[in-house]
T-cell receptor
Framework: EAEVAQSPRYKITEKSQAVAFWCDPISGHATLYWYRQILGQGPELLVQFQDESVVDDSQLPKDRFSAERLKGVDSTLKIQPAELGDSAMYLCASSSNPMVLRAFFGQGTRLTVV | AQKVTQAQTEISVVEKEDVTLDCVYE???????LFWYKQPPSGELVFLIRRNSFDEQNEISGRYSWNFQKSTSSFNFTITASQVVDSAVYFCALSDALIKAAGNKLTFGGGTRVLVKP
């Protein structure tokens, strides 16, 4: 079965440094999501793309977070500068339908900010 | 605003026992989807089931069964004859069923960790 690819799997970074995560959705999936999952909690949506356009970034801390999906395929999520509170799992998901009939998730990037 | 509550943070059972996970949701939408996802230690969320708000029929899939009660806004999940491989965190989620310009998203509950002991 096709998978959503994310890299890196783990990242340790120092406070105030920049960090970036990459996601390659399932081929043909126009809808892409970035979720943040703090340890012990459920995932929360950071940003949703439909093709290359952002349709929801209401929960994205725009002073330090940015996301792009330039060609409507793979996507990058960046944090600059990283803060201790950013330590979390960052999950990417994709769906063939904007109605989220079924979202496929990657294995995530676990970020630790020290 | 949508909200999903999973009151049980952790459940521990012995293998072969049944375990029921509770999920209560809030939404102002008249049509919506409900989901259950499993998150094993490897991290990825694995889709288990999707139910449409119009379909209150209970569903069984192998050892898994789901009880959807619209009157109480609940969508509970039961694992029958649990096995060690069922150990994971389980999330209930909600999404609206009409395409919205602002995007449709999954709203997750806080998750229930299930530990099945041999």
């Amino acid at each position: 079965e096709a998978e959503v690819a994310q890299s890196p799997r783990y990242k340790i970074t120092e406070k105030s440094q920049a960090v970036a995560f990459w996601c390659d959705p399932i081929s043909g999936h126009a809808t892409l999501y970035w979720y943040r999952q703090i340890l012990g909690q459920g995932p929360e949506l950071l940003v949703q793309f439909q093709d290359e356009s952002v349709v929801d970034d209401s929960q994205l801390p725009k002073d330090r977070f940015s996301a792009e999906r330039l060609k409507g395929v793979d996507s990058t999520l960046k944090i600059q500068p990283a803060e201790l509170g950013d330590s979390a799992m960052y999950l990417c998901a994709s769906s063939s339908n904007p109605m989220v009939l079924r979202a496929f998730f990657g294995q995530g990037t676990r970020l630790t900010v020290v | 605003a949508q909200k999903v509550t999973q009151a049980q943070t952790e459940i521990s059972v012995v293998e072969k026992e049944d375990v029921t996970l509770d999920c209560v949701y809030e939404t102002r939408d008249t049509t919506y989807y409900l989901f259950w996802y499993k998150q094993p230690p490897s991290g990825e969320l694995v889709f288990l089931i999707r139910r449409n708000s119009f379909d209150e029929q209970n569903e069984i899939s192998g050892r898994y069964s789901w009880n959807f009660q619209k009157s109480t806004s609940s969508f509970n999940f039961t694992i029958t004859a649990s096995q060690v491989v069922d150990s994971a965190v389980y999330f209930c989620a909600l999404s609206d069923a009409l395409i919205k310009a602002a995007g449709n998203k999954l709203t997750f509950g806080g998750g229930t960790r299930v530990l099945v002991k041999p």
